[in-house]
């Protein structure tokens, strides 16, 4: 009999931290915490989650993978809140994750230890006009070492992002713009990178019926310095996205999206079908 011996994954903690609200205005985070970042990485700001595929500049597609950002990290987090403004200043000592399943985030880049980072964010959210507007503003940077150089902090993550959602009984609209730059400052001939990318939502309701619309659009590969044969064939792509849901009440949403996914394809090369269906089921208990 031949036996194979399975490791046991580790258990991991995924969000465990203490709050401390000094005054009002001001909250003290210390811990796992969520790291404002992307409004699409946070559906839940706002009424329901409009599609069950997260945008296309946050999770990559078929050409590309997108750069991480922050979301769930280890660290300390300064909240200011006043009159519906919010200042959020986090220091942290994990790995850069997305929304997506990529463990370890930036390890996928060759990362060796863990990052060391921080973000800074200003946002407003209250009621304006006949809705609720959600607007945010953004920038973090990550260092961590890479294999190849006994140099510390040999490799950076940085980017910002700009974007609003407003939310109204009837209808309502949103568009980001995240931008995204990787540099191996002292490793592969100081190979950087900027991806940027953007969404526009729109949608409707009609008494328990909301159809809802998205367009993506991402350039992977603005190079710098940096000569790869054909990548100018392959290196944007862009996704429609229509989705139907039915709100079964205040608390639970049922949905059904289709995403029609087009990548930039080479000459004389032709992709198969990845088009993806996707259905959500939301209970909102909060």
């Known amino acids: 009999i031949l036996g194979v011996a399975v490791p046991t994954p580790a258990p991991t903690i995924l969000d465990a931290n203490v709050e401390w609200k000094i005054i009002d205005q001001l909250g003290l985070i210390i811990g796992r915490q969520l790291v404002p970042t992307a409004i699409a990485n946070g559906p839940h700001m706002m009424s329901i989650v409009h599609l069950a595929t997260p945008p296309l500049v946050i ?20 909240d200011l809140n006043f009159s519906g403004v919010n200042l959020n200043y986090t220091i942290y000592n994990g790995q850069l994750a997305g929304i997506g399943p990529m463990p370890g985030g930036n390890d996928t880049f060759g990362e060796v230890d863990k990052s060391k980072g921080g973000n800074i964010e200003i946002g407003y959210s209250g009621e304006v006009g006949p809705g609720k507007l ?10 961590s070492d890479t294999p190849g150089t006994t140099e510390p902090d040999s490799s950076e993550i940085n980017g910002f992002g700009l974007g609003a959602l407003y939310n109204a ?8 713009y995240i931008n995204k730059r990787l540099n191996f400052q002292k490793t592969l001939d100081d190979f950087d990178f900027t991806q940027f990318g953007y969404y526009a939502l729109l949608g409707a309701r009609f008494s328990s019926i909301e159809v809802a619309f998205r367009y993506d659009f991402i350039d992977y590969t603005n190079l710098d310095d940096n000569d790869i044969a054909g990548i100018e064939d ?25 995403a029609w996914k087009i990548p930039e394809e080479p000459d004389h090369i032709t992709y198969p079908n990845i088009n993806e269906l996707a259905l959500n089921v939301e209970l909102n208990l909060l």
């Open 134 to 143: 959600l607007a945010r503003g953004y920038y973090f940077q990550e260092e």
């Open 234 to 258: 392959r290196d944007t792509e862009a996704w429609y996205t229509l989705g139907v849901n039915y709100l079964i009440n205040d608390n639970t949403t049922i949905g059904l999206n289709y």
């Open 169 to 176: 009984d009837n209808f309502f609209v949103g568009a980001e």
């Open 59 to 78: 999770v990559g597609g078929y050409n590309g993978i997108a750069i991480p950002l922050p979301t769930y990290q280890t660290g300390v987090g300064i």
